[in-house]
Nanobody, 117 residues
Framework: QVQLQESGPGLVKPSQTLSLTCTVS??????????WSWIRQPPGKGLEWMGL???????YISPSLKSRTSISRDTSKNQFSLQLTSVTTEDTAVYYC?????????GGQGTQVTVSS
């Protein structure tokens, strides 16, 4: 079974870049049919899908975040990463990485990121 673990700084200053990494075990991020996503949940709000990187490396970013978001991967480490630029306090959230294949979803435990000076 695929397992995912988010990592990255828990505190980011406004205007800086938020960078998170998801380490995958139990499966390869290049396996056909998988989509690897980033999702976040601000305090008191619902889940927001941010974007994904597919098994072939192609990326799809939410239109509302496209100007500030990129998703990349390191196949040698079986990791994929999120970069969110020019953060504000509105980007404070729990960030989750997720794997989707067919009807199955696998998620990490999430990591809290707070944007504050």
């Amino acid at each position: 079974q695929v397992q995912l673990q988010e990592s990255g700084p828990g505190l980011v200053k406004p205007s800086q870049t938020l960078s998170l990494t998801c380490t995958v075990s139990g499966g390869s991020i290049t396996t056909n049919g998988y989509a690897w996503s980033w999702i976040r949940q601000p305090p008191g709000k619902g889940l927001e899908w941010m974007g994904l990187i597919a098994a072939d490396g192609s990326t799809y970013i939410s239109p509302s975040l496209k100007s500030r978001t990129s998703i990349s991967r390191d196949t040698s480490k079986n990791q994929f990463s999120l970069q969110l630029t020019s953060v504000t306090t509105e980007d404070t959230a729990v960030y989750y990485c997720n794997a989707h294949r067919g009807g199955n979803d696998y998620g990490g435990q999430g990591t809290q990121v707070t944007v504050s000076s």
